[in-house]
């Protein structure tokens, strides 16, 4: 925690937030009572937020607003034609709804983020960011279900085993992932790995690397060069790395160069994380092979594409 302000009493009820927050759910069946929830939660939320409290501190009190959020969701649901009385005659409009401490477009969200409670703890997770009402929003669709090709401004994609499998069968092993959480080692179950709590750019890397980075800026050129400079000191003897074709971009060539092999996809890679199994790309990948045994790379990965020497 990043504030010495912040006292081990706020700390441990910010830790405590999400389980005490389903305590008191469970015990509250009106929109009022959820609504004085919420507004406590937020002001927690301010709080933190203004002490700069940190993630770690931070992420438990968002996980608690939204669960507070999904309880709104559910308690008001949205009512039918009939039930506001607009199921009638040419001129009848309806009586007037009661009032309601939300307008319709935040009521709305709410709704979708009480449908689509069942998958909050995959996305919770799945991610070492602050969980978001907007960011969770966009892994569901307007009909509650999870959306197969809602891949815009998100970074965090986990790569199939088949792949991950692959890069396995050429290094031997897969001793370091720098760029991880724990969902995506269900599959990847490297001997060591790094979570962006742990922050893989501080850590030492060393023996053979699986890394698919941060699909943004300035991550994904980071990690590129950290890789790069453990392969020229020896650090990583072998190393297997995914990035989008971005052929035309600084990183991508550093990393060309570097490497011993290079696989252009036929197709593209189908992307998953924990709201959705697969997504559609907008542009292809590129494996990159650095080490000794790019002949073993190429009788591989020829399975997936063309491969060349770099």
Request: aromatic fraction near 10%; proline fraction near 5%; charge should be neutral.
């Amino acid at each position: 925690m990043s504030n010495e302000l912040i006292t081990k009493s706020f700390a441990s009820q910010c830790l405590a937030f999400p389980d005490k927050v389903d305590q008191l759910l469970a015990q509250i069946d009106t929109a009022d009572g959820a609504k004085n929830l919420l507004d406590k939660a937020s002001a927690m939320q301010h709080y933190a937020d203004r002490l700069k409290a940190g993630i770690e501190v931070e992420r438990p009190i968002a996980l608690g607003v939204l669960k507070i959020k999904m309880k709104l969701g559910e308690l008001l649901p949205a009512k039918s034609p009939k039930e506001t009385g607009g199921g009638g005659g040419r001129g009848n409009k309806g009586s007037a709804p009661g009032a309601l401490p939300f307008g319709k477009h935040t009521l709305a969200d709410y709704r979708k983020l009480a449908a689509n409670r069942e998958k909050l703890d995959e996305y919770y997770g799945a991610s070492d960011d602050v969980p978001t009402q907007t960011d969770f929003i966009r892994y569901c669709g307007a009909d509650g279900n999870i959306k197969t090709n809602q891949n815009k401004g998100v970074v965090e994609w986990y790569t199939p085993a088949e792949y991950i499998e692959a890069a396995r069968k050429v290094m031997g092993s897969i001793d370091v992932d720098p760029a991880t959480n724990d969902f995506a080692q269900k599959t990847v179950d490297a001997a060591t790995h790094y979570t962006a709590k742990d922050d893989g750019l501080a850590q030492d890397w060393a023996g053979t690397v699986w890394m698919n980075p941060p699909f943004k800026m300035p991550e994904v050129a980071q990690f590129i060069a950290k890789l790069c400079e453990a392969v020229e000191t020896g650090d990583v003897p072998q190393a297997v790395v995914v990035t989008n074709n971005n052929t035309d971009t600084k990183w991508w060539h550093r990393a060309a160069e570097a490497s011993s092999a290079i696989c252009f996809t036929r197709g593209r890679v189908k992307w998953y994380n924990a709201a959705q199994p697969d997504c559609s790309p907008t542009n292809g990948q590129t494996f990159f092979y650095f080490g000794s045994r790019a002949k073993t790379f190429a009788k591989v990965f020829s399975d997936f594409g063309l491969v060349v020497n770099s």
